[in-house]
């Protein structure tokens, strides 16, 4: 690619880009983002390159690798183009098929399509499946249109135009106030207003100054920030440099996790594309201004995504927190002016500058304006990335977009905002979610991890993983949030382990109290919320595992136990020999019992017994009733007996 | 340097741009209990026992008055029952670690800790750091440091450096707040095995 000079020059090119491209010729897009590249998409490519060379049909087809679609539940994802014909799970051996059948002869092959599992009926393109027709997807969108790895794919729907924009039709500041007026909250986690952030920065004194992309995304579960890097990292560029240019920055870092090693590659392509065009480096598309670009690799410290610890690791310190004030604004990088924000704040920006603040927050609700990606995960039908506006109902996003629970299983809650969000029951599943309404209900809207849990969610269980997590994760600088969570830790794990006390609950509250209130960061000062939402919103669970050392969803091992109902077992045989500790005792036509001693409750014979038995019980909370005695334990099959 | 006033339990108090909270009330006499604070070392904020509540923009807070620069018209109250509450809170903590030490003692005591609150942890070690800083910023050889981070983080003497220059130093034994046990004690495992001089310690 060549140099762009002027905002004239940029628009000839994409025009010039656009007329060599014919949108009647036929193209096949392969989603190769993380989630498809686990699930085989590499191979996929590879076929769909030998098929068309083996059909003759190079140089009429158009092969594209695009970004992460978000229904990774069904990836690899291809899409046939002109027609946009979607089709899901597609394994290598489909491609013959899809070339002679669709690119060849435009039919549809049938097998292929999105099948809802309610109705039956088929879907033929994405805009069809319920997955992606109640979603809004402004700055996730793209993503399935363009080859990350091309900027001319980027240019062709438009990329950059806000970055000439803004240089050549706004001033520094009358960028601050369209982001203002958008009314941008931060997506990483805390909504603190963007626009403010920025005009702090500008309006702070110095020279040097700095802005930072933060790309350490550390939610167990959530990759929206992955997705975005790996699937369209130039909008984050772009939003990026047109930050740099309201604030008064010329240098800025993009900090990524250096176990995302697409999103490492992708961006180290796109800053080097970014300066042969001149949209990095001296005098930016001729307007005078210049601006460069580094990128930092994490070493995966889920700490070093607060924006202070991020501050100290890319100064070469372990990551700890500084505290607040100074503010990064006044004092951050090198102690110089710094503005930080998450990868999905920096790519919302060319969006408004494009459209403007009032179309921006058309969308939404009062507070919360925007779209948001979230990581819709655990136990829901479809997993994967969702971009939906502010003020859509969580009912909405599990069962409209989510697709409800799988296996005919109920509801149990929602976890949001990662290690440090809150759990929300049913009674709560139709507040708006928006930063606000969230904080009510005692949860967070984080940097948008979303996990669904069903009645078999023990959720003591799932507020000891978290805090287990934290544990791992604090930096360990600070008492409340070290200590805190060390002894909070501890009380779930005896209080999972059928260990707990009058008292337990109470203490653990106390407890949150203090690391919520005392501790040095937002890593500490959240950490209680899984432990608070839980306590509640399910208070009953704990007082079932502390007073009666039962769990009611069966999941704390020690509290449970299996035992073969010996009016059901058929001495089928099947559990003794899958059992991996020969705990089970019997032989054929002999009622099999479990020696609880032996046990260690893996759970295997009551998955393996079959459904029409249903011999193996889980128990929880009462004495695993006596084993009958060995002469009573034949069965004498009536067909036999005759 | 321009003044500021600000209000500390009530007390009009004059102080110069730049200070903190902590040193503001130190100068005029206000008390306020520190763990890991150190006159020759910059401001670190780990122990927490510093806490106190500030009003700022209508706004009550907890926060940690070394390190809070002090702002004009600013309220802090070094008691009230939130901070009583928290600093007990944090002693309990602590004397989880360190149950006999009579700098935690005495704390406990004006603070009603109870020192059996939580189960004995193995280390006397509360991390206030002052060892780790002192000979960082003060002697300058980082001869002690921090390893493993979360409830795994403790203080670790660099067997290498520790063994040309502990011995005659010690200064850091006697900073420490539980005692110079857990110091002692770290340095002698690091100094019984030393690594053998003809094994080059690897590269990160």
Sequence with gaps: MRRINSPADLEGLRKDIL???????????LCSGTACHASGSEKVAAAIEQEIEKQGLKGEVDFRRTGCHGFC??????????????????????ISEITSRTLKEKKVVDRLLYVDPN?????????????????ERLVFGPNRRIDPKSIEDYLAIGGYQALAKALFEMTPEQVIREVKGA???GRGGAGFPAG???????????????VIVNCDEGDPGAYMDRSLMEGNPHSVLEGLIIGAYAIGSHEGYIYVRQEYPLAVENVGIAIKQAEQCGFLGENILGSGFDFTIQMHRGAGAFVCGEETSLLMSLEGKAGEPRARPPYPATKGLWDKPTNINNVETWANIPFIINKGADFFTSIGTEGSKGTKIFSLVGKVNNTGLVEVPMGITLRDIIYKVGGGIPGGKKFKAVQTGGPSGGCIPEEHLDIEVDFDELAQVGAIMGSGGMIVMDEDTCMVDVARYFLAFLADESCGKCVPCREGIRQMLKILTNISEGKGKEGDIELLVELSETTRNASLCALGKTAPNPVLSTIRYFRDEYEAHIKEKRCPAYVCKELISYYIDPDTCQACMICLRKCPVEAI???????????????????????????RFGAVKKISGEPVPPPIPEEARTIIRKSKAK | MSKIILQIDEKKVEAR???TILEAAHSVGIFIPTLCHHEKLEPYGACRICTVEVETHGRTNLIASCLYPVEQDLVVR?????????????????????????????LAKEYGADKNRFEKEPSFCILCGLCVRYCAEVKKKNAVGFVNRGIRREISFIPEIASKECLNCKECFSLCPTGALQAAFVLTEALAFPPPPSEPVPDE
């Design chain 1, 19 to 29: 007329s060599k491209r014919n949108r009647n010729k036929p193209c096949i897009t």
């Design chain 1, 73 to 94: 539940e069904k990836g690899p994802i291809a899409v046939i183009y002109p027609e946009e014909i979607c089709y899901l799970q597609v394994m290598p051996e489909d």
């Design chain 1, 119 to 135: 109705t039956g009926e088929k879907a033929t393109h994405e805009s069809d499946i319920p997955f992606y027709k109640n979603q």
């Design chain 1, 183 to 185: 009314n941008l909250r």
């Design chain 1, 196 to 210: 403010m952030k920025w005009e702090a920065a500008r309006n702070a004194p110095g020279e040097t100054k700095y």
């Design chain 1, 585 to 611: 005792v019997g032989g054929k036509n002999q009622i099999h019992v479990i020696d609880q001693e032996k046990c260690i409750k893996c759970g295997t014979c009551f998955e393996v017994c079959p459904p």
């Design chain 2, 17 to 19: 741009e730049g200070m």
């Design chain 2, 78 to 106: 070094t008691r009230s029952e939130k901070v009583d509450k928290t600093r007990k809170m944090i002693l309990e903590l602590m004397l989880a670690h360190a149950p006999d030490d009579p700098a935690l003692q005495d």
